[in-house]
């Protein structure tokens, strides 16, 4: 393929816009993949689990104390009944079964005020557990949303740094014969670049030094001829900075 020097070196440039495309690209999505903001989440995740687990054990203590205070009430309720009725009983047989009654009462009174006060210290563990998880719940969605956000401005910034890139890729392949730009593209695809400076000998694409046969064999070449580069397969493009 045969095309002007000057056309030739335009690809230096069209080579540097789609590397900035790529890079941005790159950038990009590695910020959407966001690690630290996959492991705010992961932590979350496991604190929304331990803060569930945690009301639970809150729920059940308090199903517990409510059972507790349900039997003191019920029974205080038969201490009042049979204080009432022992007031009033004239068998000296009744009166000591209702003495007794209220005897075993009041230790059960007893018994279940000790545990209330057991469930009580144990709901107190549990609550104040619970805030723990939850004010550390609190920091780290703060730290993810902050996180998030400074993510999503970024983001914006590169997509307008792409936008540009892609725009002013886009203006000077433009200058670009039309067969030329095609053979750039295609190398660029299989082989990652399109052109290649070949500077003091070495091909920037690879950054190897050529061969002194290469190298003979490029000094060949008429100006305008299109050349590969043996190493990278990207369009090489000469200059004064060539060494030839």
């Known amino acids: 393929m045969k095309a002007a020097p000057e056309d ?7 080579q540097r816009l789609d590397n900035d495309v790529t890079r941005i690209a790159h950038r990009i999505t590695s910020l959407q993949k966001g690690d630290r903001l996959t492991e705010l989440s992961t932590t979350a995740a496991g604190l929304r689990a331990s803060l569930a687990a945690a009301t639970g054990e809150v729920e059940d203590a308090e199903r517990e104390l409510a059972r507790l205070e349900s039997d003191t009430a019920t029974a205080q309720a038969r201490v009042e009944r049979d204080t009432t009725m022992l007031q009033n009983v004239s ?4 009166a000591a079964g209702l003495q007794s009654e209220l005897d075993s009462l009041q230790r059960r009174i007893g018994d279940l005020e000790t545990a209330e006060l057991e469930v009580m210290e144990t709901l107190d563990g549990f609550r104040a557990r619970v805030g723990d998880i939850e004010a550390q719940l609190a920091d780290v969605e703060a730290s993810r949303a902050g996180l998030a956000a400074e993510r999503d401005a970024e983001i ?5 740094d792409r936008a540009s890139a892609v725009q002013s890729r886009a203006d000077v392949a433009a200058k670009v014969p039309a067969e030329l730009l095609a053979l750039y593209d295609r190398q660029r695809a299989r082989y990652g670049f399109g052109a290649s400076l070949l500077q003091g000998g070495v091909s920037t694409a690879s950054g190897v030094t050529l061969t002194n046969s290469d190298l003979q064999t490029i000094r060949r070449a008429a100006p305008d001829d299109v050349v590969l580069c043996p190493d990278s397969d990207a369009i090489l493009v000469r200059t004064a900075e060539s060494g030839l």
């Not at 030739?8 to 069209?14: C, F, S, T, W």
């Not at 068998?91 to 009744?94: G, L, N, V, Y």
């Open 8 to 14: 030739q070196v335009i690809l230096l440039d069209v």
């Open 91 to 94: 068998s000296a047989k009744d």
């Open 156 to 160: 914006a910034r590169l997509e307008t």
